[in-house]
């Protein structure tokens, strides 16, 4: 089946030790976008790629990156977590239309020691 | 700008109840509205869509009507089981931007 795959499920790092979280999609859509998720709160847009065209939002925090290197993968980087980036991050793809709806990965649950 | 409001939560309700989770919505085009469902420790999962006035979505016995005279999009199901114990959130989508509400815990008890 085609699905948005994210990698790990869980990950704990460090305050202050950079970390990398991975997304991977099967199903060939053009938009690609990385959520956070604190508490069962609704998900807060980070940045989103439209192919190649990086989109970030006015608010995410400087600490966050993403890199897009082909269709398929997506990656977010924390380059300095700090205590308040201890969320679920979940990444979804969309096709170009503009009202389509998103498919979501399964998240990874970050923790920071 | 955009907004989503669902009915606040925790809702808890007994196996074979009847649900309904209120969502009304303010928008400045012509959105698609969803319904997302999220199990404990896991993503989002589109639950059903609408994507014009009149319109009703439906699937796993859940169902939602787009009412474009009252912006609503209001979550139904005839008889809950306790597997349908998740959170749920009320979307739109509009010009390729995506607003969600604030999402409702449904607990089913047997």
């Known amino acids: 089946d085609a699905m948005v795959i994210q990698n790990p499920r869980y990950q704990v790092t460090q305050f202050g030790k950079p970390v990398t979280l991975s997304c991977s999609q099967t199903?060939?859509?053009?938009?690609m976008y990385w959520y956070q998720q604190k508490s069962s709160q609704a998900p807060k847009l980070l940045f989103h790629?439209?192919?190649?065209?990086?989109?970030n939002e006015a608010d995410t925090p400087d600490n966050f990156q993403s890199r897009r290197p082909n269709t398929s993968f997506c990656f977010l980087d924390i380059r300095s977590p700090g205590l308040g980036d201890a969320a679920m991050y979940l990444c979804?793809?969309?096709?170009?239309?503009?009202?389509?709806?998103?498919?979501f990965g399964d998240g990874t649950r970050l923790s920071i020691l | 700008g955009d907004s989503v409001t669902q009915m606040e939560g925790p809702v808890t309700l007994s196996e074979e109840a009847f649900l309904t989770i209120n969502c009304t919505y303010t928008a400045t085009g012509y959105p698609s509205l969803f319904w997302y469902v999220q199990y404990p420790g896991e993503g989002l999962q589109l639950l059903l869509k609408?994507?014009?006035?009149?319109d009703k979505g439906s699937n796993k016995g859940f169902e939602a009507t787009y009412r474009k005279e009252t912006t609503s999009f209001h979550l139904e199901k005839g008889s809950v089981q306790v597997s349908d114990s998740a959170v749920y959130f009320c979307?739109?989508?509009?010009?390729?931007?995506?607003?969600f509400g604030d999402g409702t815990t449904l607990t089913v008890k047997p």
């Open positions: 979804a793809t969309s096709p170009a239309g503009s009202n389509q709806p998103q498919h």
């Open positions: 979307a739109l989508r509009d010009a390729g931007k995506s607003t």
């Open positions: 609408a994507t014009k006035a009149d």
């Open positions: 199903l060939n859509h053009n938009v």
């Open positions: 790629y439209y192919d190649k065209d990086f989109n």
